[in-house]
C-alpha cells in the first residue's frame, strides 16, 4: 500500500504549456506539501495545506496553484510552465501541521524543454 | 547565511566504517531535528526524529543534537553499500521544515 501517491512519474512538457500533478495519501494526515528539489538536491517549501486549509505559502510564482479537494488529497498545476521549473516535484504528509516526520511520495520528475 | 548548512560531500568511506554527517544551524528557535535518507530517484523517508537536545539511538543510528552549540550529528556504524545514498537533515519549529542542502554519502565494497 503506497502511502503517499504521486501521478505522474515523469512528465516532459513543452515550455508555455499547462501541467498538473495529482497526490494523494492514505495515511490519514491532515497536512500535506509540495517541495521543489532542484538539481543541487536542495529541498525547497512551495506549499503546505492543514485540512484543505493554505497555511504555508511561499514565493513561488502565482503560475504555480495548488488545490485541496479533501485533507486526502493536493494537487499542484502550473500554467505557462518555464524551462527553470523543471525539478523534482515532492508532495508530503504529516499528521500534523508541526511539520515533523513527514512521509513523501516519489517525485515527479518535470521536464520543460 | 543560509540557516542550515550541510556540506554536500560527497563522503566515500570504507564497508564498515563509522560515518559521521554533520549540520550546523543559526536559529535557536529550532527544537524538532530530523534526518532523512534520500536513495537515488526516490523521495526521502524519515531515519531519525529528535525532540530538542540530547541524543537518540536507532539500531546502528544515533542521531545528537547540541543545541548550544547549534550542531546536530548523524552517526552510522557498521557501514553498509546499502546506506549509499543522500543524507538529508532538517529541522523545525513549528510549521515549516528547513533543509539542509543533504550530504552524499558512498560506502565502499
Known amino acids: 500500500d503506497t502511502a503517499v501517491s504521486q501521478t505522474p512519474k515523469y512528465l516532459v512538457t513543452q515550455m508555455g504549456n499547462d501541467k498538473s500533478i495529482k497526490c494523494e495519501q492514505n495515511?490519514?494526515?491532515?497536512?500535506m506539501y509540495w517541495y521543489k528539489q532542484d538539481s543541487k538536491k536542495f529541498l525547497k517549501i512551495m506549499f503546505s495545506y492543514n485540512n484543505k486549509e493554505l497555511i504555508i505559502n511561499e514565493t513561488v510564482p502565482n503560475r504555480f496553484s495548488p488545490k485541496s479537494p479533501d485533507k486526502a488529497h493536493l494537487n499542484l498545476h502550473i500554467n505557462s510552465l518555464e524551462l527553470g521549473d523543471s525539478a523534482v516535484y515532492f508532495c508530503?504528509?504529516?499528521?500534523?501541521?508541526?511539520?515533523?516526520?513527514?512521509?513523501f511520495g516519489q517525485g515527479t520528475r518535470l521536464t520543460v524543454v | 547565511q543560509k540557516e542550515v548548512e550541510q556540506d554536500p560531500g560527497p563522503l566515500s568511506v570504507p564497508e564498515g566504517a563509522i560515518v559521521s554527517l554533520n549540520c550546523t544551524y543559526s536559529?535557536?528557535?529550532?527544537?524538532?531535528f530530523m534526518w532523512y535518507r534520500q536513495y537515488s530517484r526516490k523521495g526521502p523517508e524519515l531515519l531519525m526524529y529528535t525532540y530538542s537536545s540530547g541524543n537518540k539511538e536507532d539500531g546502528r543510528f544515533t542521531a545528537q543534537v547540541d543545541k548550544s552549540s547549534k550542531y546536530i550529528s548523524l552517526f552510522i556504524r557498521d557501514s553498509q553499500p546499502s546506506d549509499s545514498a543522500t543524507y538529508l537533515c532538517?529541522?523545525?519549529?513549528?510549521?515549516?521544515?528547513?533543509w539542509g542542502a543533504g550530504t552524499k554519502l558512498i560506502i565502499k565494497p
Open positions: 508530503a504528509s504529516s499528521q500534523t501541521g508541526l511539520a515533523t516526520e513527514a512521509f
Open positions: 532538517a529541522m523545525s519549529a513549528g510549521y515549516q521544515l528547513i
Open positions: 536559529n535557536s528557535a529550532f527544537q524538532y
Open positions: 495515511l490519514g494526515h491532515d497536512t
